[in-house]
């Protein structure tokens, strides 16, 4: 019975949260750059992911939605890393060097 109930408040919450979002936009709240993502597609199954993962007893659901919306999110999140790779050893450089010069005991 719990799992019923469980299963009930996500899909209501979900529902909810999905029926708040396309009101504000048939309001105009949102700015269209802002707009434009939210109603994306490939954000609702994250979206749904994370309702799912808090208000449900079962966590594998919400952990495969979250998995599924990243899995629709792959290309970008590549992009966003290989412009990080670009940092990352100037960056791992600075930090030994202060590692050195911090710990560097006096005597």
């Excluded at 999140?77 to 560097?104: C, E, K, N, Q």
Aim: overall charge positive; aromatic content about 12%; glycine content about 6%.
């Amino acid at each position: 019975m719990k799992a019923k109930k469980d299963n009930r408040l996500a899909w209501g919450i979900t529902l909810l949260v999905f029926g708040c979002l396309f009101l504000l936009r048939q309001l105009n709240v949102f700015p269209p750059e802002l707009a434009s993502y939210i109603f994306d597609f490939k954000n609702y199954p994250l979206i749904m992911g994370i309702i799912f993962l808090l208000s449900h007893s079962n966590k594998n659901i919400g952990i495969v939605l979250i998995v599924v919306g990243l899995m629709f999110r792959l290309s970008e999140i590549i992009h966003f890393t290989r412009s990080l790779s670009d940092y990352i050893w100037p960056v791992l450089l600075i930090a030994a060097g202060a590692i050195m010069v911090l710990g560097v005991k006096k005597k």
